[in-house]
Each structure stands twice: as structure tokens, then as C-alpha cells.
């Protein structure tokens, strides 16, 4: 049955298909404008697969649908929501969990806190950000060296030498989740590359492989993501097992340890943390530094901003509330390279969006990329414009979609503090250049990805 969708590779169809079969929807779409399905059987998918992307097709269906739109995945009706007016009105109160945390969970079949009710939601939420203070707190000197020894690397390049974007900023991500998450054990490079290995294994395939079923056609792929996700849980089991009882409580998996979750449930978040956060890390790094190299005003209001806040000193976590301009830097980052395009909440009691009545267990799309590049909510939606995040309108916006404030997933706060390191040690000692001739494609996953590695050049800065 799935023969059709050969090659398609968003995330997000995987989690459209994993909540539904979770969660069995209502067969009405309750007269909402949108698609009529395509095949009886599969309904819209081969539309996805035909633009390249589910938020590229939302792009599309926004634009015929207007702001409220259906389509079918299968035989089963799905709502997408794509301005922040209708996001406003959307109240889901029974559903606190993160959707990409029950995404990731049920590609690697992990059923750990993705059954449990509003209570342990919060409860759970509350130790993993409890967790990333801690080990932000503990390691802040360890994050500083590691973008110290990234940044001397740049410095000793040639003026007109490439950097590799990707390469290099994931590298530092590796690094920096896999020693503040886990322990001091990574350290140890060897143990970093494993994780590399392993890391790439798993992510390409949950990616690809399940939609169109090729990897259970291929018994050596089948066989190398079996083996990567054994390894690395093996490996995740074997640090927590290392790390109990220890005095010093540093990582992300210490604060864990010391709650009431079972040894399989912190092997599971410790992976979906690691995941994730390598992931959300490295692009939000990669797109930073990106859009800095295209606008020298902009590197130096970041510059300013350090001489009239730092001075001389080099930034520390009590001070980076204090870098407005970055968090607006940053917050245009995620809003322009539509960060995380994408997000689910299942309709679990009957809701109304405008006139449309929503019936109970349905799947609700937020189209975020849409509502990122709205040109009702954003003036020049398509232009890196941090000064826009200076009006309140906007950031009440961003806060709503669940970029900032308590909405913020526990990955992209700690993205954000790495990220803040990084553009601060970067800004205060070089220049960045764009390279000439180089267009720069986004591939819109469940996280937006340079589709090729983006290059830069440095200077020093006088």
C-alpha cells in the first residue's frame, strides 16, 4: 500500500501516522474546507509526497483552504491551523506532553510517559527543565571551553578560507549535549564519535525507512538501525548504571536518577533528550551564524551590546538574560528558518476554531511554518529582521506558537543557551562573511535543515 510513497522523508508524516494509529479519529472533518482524498485508501499522502514536505504541502493548502484546512491521511481526517488567531483560540487542556517527545517515543517504540494524564505531564516537564538548569549551572565553564576551542579553530583559518557550517556547528552540538547530558565519560572522543555514528543511524532512518516501509525490504538497513539503537541504549544504560550513587551531580541524566523514574524510563528520555537535542542544537547554531554572515549591521548591534553589558568579561549565565539583542537575534533565527515548521495536538475534548466545530480525537496540525512567514502577523515575513522582536505584538506571537516563555520545550532552551555562547565568543572575536554565489536551501523536517553544508569565511576582528 505504501509503493507510493518511496522516498518521501518528513518526520511528521511519521507522527501524523503514529498519533492516529495511537489514537483513533472521528471519520467526519465536520465540513472544514480543505482536500478531498486523493485515493479512497490513502487519502492526501501522495499530495505530501508530491511537494516534497508536509509543511510545504501545508504551505499549499493554507494558501487555497485559507487559515482553517482539512486534508486525509488515509482514511482519517486531519485539521491544520494556520494563522495565530485561530492557534489562539485552540484549547487543548488535557494534553500537556510535548509533541516532539511523543513523536520521537513512538518511532523508537518507547511507551514510557506518553499514557500518563495532565498531572505527570507537568510533573515530568518540571524535572527535565529542573534538569537543563542544573546541568547549564554545573557545566557553563565546560560549554565555554568547548565553543573556545571551536572558535581558536576558525581564528587560525585563512581570510578567505571556507567554513563547513553544518559540519563543524553539529560537531560542537555532539559534544556539548553528550558531555552536559551524560557525563564526563564523553569526554573521551572516541566516546563522542560513537555516539556520532549511532546518532546518524537512527535519526536517517526513523526519518525514512518506516513511511514507505523500504527498511523492513532491507535486511542490512534493518539490520544497521537495530544494531545502532541497541548500542546506543546499551551505552545509555551503562552511564546511568556508572553514575548512580555518585556525589557529583552535573548531567542532565543525574537529575533523573534522582527522581522516581524507573531505570528504562531514564534510559528512554535520556535518548530522546540526546536526539533531540543534538539536533535542535546544531541547527539553530547552523542557521545563527548563517543569517550573521549576511548582515554586518546586525554583527555589530550583537558586538554593542556585548561591550555595554560585558565589557571585557566573557558571557556567564546570569548574564545572558541580560543579551536582549541576542534573544531577538535568536528568536528571528527560529522564526525565519522555520525552525520547527510543525507541530500536533489531539483534539481530545470537542473544540470550536472561528465557526468550525472540531470533533473529538482529532489529530490538529499547527502549521508553524505557515504562521512563521504570515504576512498578517510578521511585516516582510520573508526578511531576518531581529528589530522586529523589540514590538510586543511579536513576541506575544512567538510565545504563543511555543518558541519562548513556559511553552518552550526543555531542547530548544538549552539550544538556546549553547547558541548564545557560540554567537557572543564568535561576534566578540570575528567577522563573518557570506561566500559569494552561495544560495542556501532549507529542508523542512521536523527540524529545517541546510539541504547541502553552508560555507562562510572569517576575520578577525580589529
Given at each position: ?194 555516539f556520532r555514528k549511532n546518532h546518524e543511524a537512527i535519526w536517517s532512518e526513523i526519518g525514512k525507512g518506516y513511511l514507505d516501509g523500504s527498511m523492513e525490504k532491507s535486511s542490512i538497513r534493518k539490520e544497521h538501525y537495530e544494531s545502532a539503537l541497541a548500542e546506543m541504549e546499551t551505552v545509555l544504560m551503562s552511564v546511568a548504571k556508572d553514575r548512580k550513587g555518585q556525589r557529583s551531580q552535573t548531567a542532565f541524566v543525574d537529575a533523573l536518577l534522582q527522581s522516581n523514574l524507573t531505570d528504562r524510563q531514564v534510559m528512554e528520555d535520556s535518548m530522546v533528550f540526546t536526539l533531540a537535542g543534538c539536533v535542535i542544537t546544531a541547527n539553530l547554531c547552523i542557521w545563527a551564524v548563517h543569517f550573521l554572515s549576511t548582515s554586518e549591521e546586525v554583527q555589530e548591534k550583537l558586538h554593542q551590546e556585548l561591550e555595554d553589558v ?153
Amino acid at each position: 500500500m505504501l509503493d507510493f510513497a518511496i522516498f518521501a522523508v518528513t518526520f511528521v508524516i511519521i507522527l501524523v501516522g503514529a498519533v492516529l494509529y495511537l489514537y483513533p479519529s472521528s471519520r467526519s472533518a465536520s465540513g472544514i474546507p480543505g482536500l478531498n482524498p486523493t485515493e479512497e485508501k490513502d487519502g492526501n499522502i501522495q499530495d505530501i509526497v508530491n511537494q516534497g514536505s508536509l509543511h510545504e504541502f501545508l504551505a499549499c493548502l493554507h494558501g487555497q483552504f485559507g487559515p482553517v484546512a482539512s486534508f486525509w491521511f488515509g482514511g482519517r481526517p486531519v485539521v491544520s491551523l494556520g494563522s495565530v488567531d485561530q492557534l489562539r483560540q485552540h484549547i487543548n487542556p488535557n494534553r500537556t506532553t510535548d509533541s516532539f517527545e511523543t513523536m520521537l517515543k513512538s518511532l523508537l517504540g518507547y511507551r514510557s510517559g506518553m499514557g500518563g494524564g495532565a498531572t505527570e505531564a507537568v510533573m515530568r516537564k518540571k524535572l527535565y527543565e529542573s534538569a537543563v538548569n542544573n546541568t547549564l549551572k554545573e557545566n557553563f565553564p565546560l560549554l565555554l571551553k568547548l565553543v573556545e576551542e571551536l572558535v581558536g579553530k576558525w581564528k587560525s583559518f585563512p581570510k578567505d578560507q571556507h567554513t563547513p557550517l553544518c559540519a563543524h556547528l553539529l560537531g560542537l552540538a555532539m559534544k556539548a549535549v553528550t558531555q552536559l547530558a551524560l557525563g564526563d565519560r564523553f569526554r573521551n572522543d572516541a566516546e563522542v564519535i560513537g555516539f556520532r555514528k549511532n546518532h546518524e543511524a537512527i535519526w536517517s532512518e526513523i526519518g525514512k525507512g518506516y513511511l514507505d516501509g523500504s527498511m523492513e525490504k532491507s535486511s542490512i538497513r534493518k539490520e544497521h538501525y537495530e544494531s545502532a539503537l541497541a548500542e546506543m541504549e546499551t551505552v545509555l544504560m551503562s552511564v546511568a548504571k556508572d553514575r548512580k550513587g555518585q556525589r557529583s551531580q552535573t548531567a542532565f541524566v543525574d537529575a533523573l536518577l534522582q527522581s522516581n523514574l524507573t531505570d528504562r524510563q531514564v534510559m528512554e528520555d535520556s535518548m530522546v533528550f540526546t536526539l533531540a537535542g543534538c539536533v535542535i542544537t546544531a541547527n539553530l547554531c547552523i542557521w545563527a551564524v548563517h543569517f550573521l554572515s549576511t548582515s554586518e549591521e546586525v554583527q555589530e548591534k550583537l558586538h554593542q551590546e556585548l561591550e555595554d553589558v560585558l565589557g571585557s568579561e566573557p558571557v556567564s549565565l546570569d548574564k545572558i538574560p541580560q543579551l536582549r539583542y541576542f534573544q531577538q537575534v535568536l528568536n528571528e533565527t527560529v522564526r525565519t528558518a522555520k525552525l520547527t515548521p510543525i507541530a500536533a495536538q489531539l483534539q481530545e475534548n470537542e473544540g470550536k476554531v472561528d465557526q468550525h466545530i472540531i470533533p473529538k480525537e482529532t489529530l490538529v496540525i499547527y502549521a508553524l511554518g505557515v504562521v512563521l512567514q504570515d504576512a498578517d502577523t510578521w511585516s516582510r515575513p520573508y526578511k531576518f529582521d531581529p528589530d522586529r522582536f523589540t514590538e510586543d505584538s511579536a513576541s506575544k506571537s512567538f510565545s504563543l506558537l511555543g518558541f519562548s516563555g513556559s511553552q518552550a520545550c526543555p531542547e530548544l532552551r538549552f539550544a538556546y543557551t549553547v547558541a548564545t555562547v557560540v554567537l557572543s565568543t564568535v561576534v566578540r572575536q570575528l567577522k563573518l562573511h557570506q561566500v559569494k554565489g552561495q544560495v542556501v536551501e532549507a529542508r523542512s523536517e521536523l527540524v529545517s535543515t541546510p539541504k547541502d553544508d553552508t560555507w562562510i569565511t572569517v576575520s578577525k576582528r580589529s
